[in-house]
C-alpha cells in the first residue's frame, strides 16, 4: 500500500512559485520536503490544465478524494448519510443503523472521512455534530429541599426498575435557563430511550405537572413510574402520581447518577441550547423539533435501533420513509 499523502495548500502554492523561479522537480522536492515523485505526480493531472493554478489543483484534487470516497459506497447510499448528517446523527450512529437494520455497510471512519472532504470543499456537514456542553439545572437553597410532601424514596421502587426489564419508568429533570426566567422538563424512558419535553417557567409546581400530564396521558399505559429529583418543581408528586396511575419516587439530593439515562439526554438537547440559553428565545415548535430529532436518532445501547422505534414498536423497514 502507497504512503503517498497528497500536498497541502500551502505547499502548492510554494511549489507553484517556485517552478516559476526556474527550480527543477529534484531541487523543489528539497525545498519543499517532499520526495521528488510526490511532486511529479500531484503535478501531473493538474499540470497542462488551462488557469491550474495552486488553487485551482487543489480543488481538483479534493473533487478526486471525494469521487474515490463515494466509489466504494453507493450514490443513494451517501445522499442517505448526508440526510442523517444533516438531522444531527453522529457518524457512529448512522454506521451501526445502516448496518443492524438495513444491512448497509459503511464504517464511522469512512463517513468521517466524508464529512472531512465535504468541509475541505467548502460544505458544512460538521457543523451538525454538535459538541456543546449538557445544560447545567440550576439548583435551590437546601432549604428548599425540606418542603417536599409525600415523599417516597427512590430505594424502595420495584426491582424491574432497577433492572430496565420493562417500559414504562419515566426518570424526570428539569433544565434551567438563563436568569431564571424558563426552563425545559425533560422526561426519559430508560427501556426505550424515548425522550419528552415542555417548555415551563422554573420552580413553578402546578405548571410543571401540567406539562406532564398531556404529554404522558396519551401513553398512560406505558406510565408505571415517575422517578424525580428532590427539586421544588416536583414538589406535589401524589397529585402527579394519581391523575397519571402511577408511582413516583424521589432521588436522593444531588445524586444526579440515579437518573443516568436522563442525565445523558439532557446532554443531547445541550446540542441545540447550550449552558445558560434564554429559554424564552424558542418556542413550542422547537421544543417539538428537538424531541422529535432525538426520538429518530439510533442507539447503541438499543442495538442501534431508534428510541420511537423500540417505544412504539415501529417496523425498521419503516425508517427510511420518515
Not at 26 to 34: C, N, S
Not at 121 to 145: A, E, F, M, V
Not at 198 to 206: F, R
Request: proline letters at 7%; charged letters at 20%; aromatic letters at 6%.
Amino acid at each position: 500500500m502507497s504512503n503517498y499523502s497528497p500536498l497541502s495548500p500551502e505547499q502548492r502554492y510554494q511549489i507553484d512559485a517556485l517552478i516559476k523561479a526556474g527550480l527543477y522537480q529534484p531541487q523543489i522536492a528539497r525545498i519543499v520536503g517532499v520526495h521528488q515523485s510526490i511532486i511529479s505526480r500531484e503535478m501531473r493531472p493538474n499540470g497542462g490544465l488551462p488557469g491550474s493554478g495552486p488553487k485551482q489543483a487543489h480543488h481538483l484534487t479534493q473533487r478526486r478524494r471525494l469521487k474515490n470516497v463515494r466509489i466504494r459506497i453507493s450514490p443513494p447510499t451517501w445522499s442517505l448519510v448526508t440526510r442523517l448528517l444533516k438531522d444531527d446523527w453522529r457518524p457512529e450512529q448512522i454506521s451501526g443503523w445502516l448496518n443492524s437494520q438495513h444491512q448497509i455497510s459503511v464504517s464511522h471512519e469512512s463517513i468521517d472521512q466524508f464529512i472531512v472532504t465535504d468541509k475541505q470543499g467548502g460544505g458544512n456537514l460538521d457543523l451538525h455534530l454538535g459538541g456543546q456542553k449538557q445544560p447545567r439545572k440550576g439548583y435551590g437553597s437546601t432549604t428548599d429541599r425540606g418542603q417536599l410532601v409525600d415523599r417516597v424514596s427512590i430505594d424502595q421502587p420495584p426491582a424491574m426498575v432497577d433492572t430496565g426489564s420493562r417500559i414504562g419508568d419515566w426518570e424526570l429533570d428539569t433544565i434551567i435557563g438563563r436568569g431564571h426566567k424558563q426552563a425545559l422538563v425533560s422526561m426519559t424512558e430508560p427501556g426505550s430511550g424515548l425522550s419528552l419535553m415542555a417548555k415551563v417557567k422554573p420552580k413553578n409546581t402546578a405548571l410543571v405537572s401540567w406539562s406532564i400530564q398531556p404529554l404522558l396521558e396519551p401513553i398512560s399505559s406505558r406510565v408505571f413510574t415517575l422517578t424525580s429529583d428532590n427539586g421544588q418543581e416536583f414538589a406535589r408528586p401524589q397529585e402527579m402520581a394519581t391523575a397519571l396511575q402511577a408511582d413516583f419516587y424521589l432521588a436522593h439530593p444531588y445524586s444526579s447518577w440515579q437518573r443516568g439515562l436522563n442525565q445523558n439526554s439532557n446532554r443531547l438537547i445541550g446540542q441545540y441550547w447550550p449552558q445558560k440559553h434564554d429559554f424564552t428565545t424558542i418556542t413550542d415548535q422547537d421544543v417539538s423539533m428537538v424531541m422529535n430529532k432525538l426520538n429518530h436518532r439510533p442507539r447503541k445501547c438499543l442495538g442501534f435501533k431508534r428510541p420511537n422505534q423500540v417505544f412504539f414498536s415501529i417496523k425498521p423497514s419503516a425508517a427510511l420513509a420518515d
